[in-house]
């Protein structure tokens, strides 16, 4: 069974130290997340990576949860999973943000520890389409509308009268 993740870690320390966290935390715990969900069972698996090596001061890694959210076509409630990559050079002053390579994004160190939950949510948060919706039509409505396409297509075919003009 996979450990659970702390709420809060000093990165600091953790990425002097190389660490590797890996483990779960209850969606419950996230907050801004929790009031977009239709419901906040389940947890969310994290493996994060504290770096020293690399010329900087990193935490890499990803997060995935399968989150219950509302399909925008038919208001039902629907399981959908999502990942976030994480991937940040950790700062103790804005005056090293030039230090960093591009494709890593600043994170500013505040105080002794730092909110593992904020930065997981918030890789959840951006990771949620701007629209959700069942891969399968799941509206009355989207199953008559596809009918009576597949319908109109028959009539409209311009092949369709040699079909009954076909002597078998």
Request: aromatic share 6%; net charge negative.
């Amino acid at each position: 069974m996979p450990k659970q993740l702390p709420e809060t870690t000093n990165f600091l320390k953790q990425a002097e130290r190389n660490v590797t966290l890996e483990g779960t935390m209850p969606l419950v715990k996230l907050e801004r997340l929790s009031e977009i969900l239709c419901g906040n069972e389940g947890e969310l698996f994290a493996k994060l990576h504290f770096t020293s090596d690399t010329g900087y001061l990193g935490l890499h890694g990803r997060v995935e949860a399968s989150l219950e959210l509302d399909c925008q076509r038919c208001m039902q409630p629907m399981e959908h999973k999502v990942s976030g990559q994480i991937n940040f050079g950790l700062m103790t002053s804005e005056k090293y943000e030039d230090k960093l390579p591009p494709d890593v994004d600043p994170y500013l160190l505040e105080g002794d520890e730092q909110s593992l939950v904020e930065i997981l949510e918030d890789e959840l948060l951006l990771s949620i389409p701007i629209a959700a919706v069942h891969q399968k039509e799941c509206s009355e409505f989207l199953l008559r509308q596809n009918e009576e396409r597949r319908v109109e297509k028959e009539k409209s075919n311009p092949f369709a009268v040699l079909k009954d003009l076909k002597i078998d």
